[in-house]
């Protein structure tokens, strides 16, 4: 029969060993968290450009509103002619395989 004496010196054990590790993991999930981040607003940007393609900055900025320059790059959005709307599902997949590594 297991003590109340034994249950604890167990969990004193795995409270010790959570804790050494416990740097390492909330390390990998900022850095996570930061490539989900930064992939969803890529794949966001490259939405958009497929939208506005061909659209003068003035017209966007009217049409979309002034919220969005401050998400995103407008230099790197804008001034595209053509964009095709598959870039966003190569830029899922881009992302993804990053954070499977």
């Not at 995103?72 to 590594?101: C, G, H, M, T």
Request: charged share 30%; proline share 4%; aromatic share 10%.
């Amino acid at each position: 029969m297991t003590t109340i004496t034994t249950w604890n010196k167990r969990l004193k054990k795995v409270y010790r060993e959570v804790k050494e590790i416990e740097p390492l993991l909330t390390a990998a999930i900022k850095k996570y968290e930061s490539m989900y981040s930064h992939g969803v607003k890529k794949i966001m940007q490259a939405n958009l450009k497929e939208i506005m393609a061909g659209v003068p900055k003035e017209e966007a900025v009217k049409f979309l509103g002034p919220k969005l320059l401050e998400v995103f790059e407008w230099d790197n959005v804008l001034p595209v002619e053509k964009y095709s709307k598959f870039n966003a599902l190569i830029w899922a997949k881009r992302i993804q395989r990053e954070l499977d590594q």
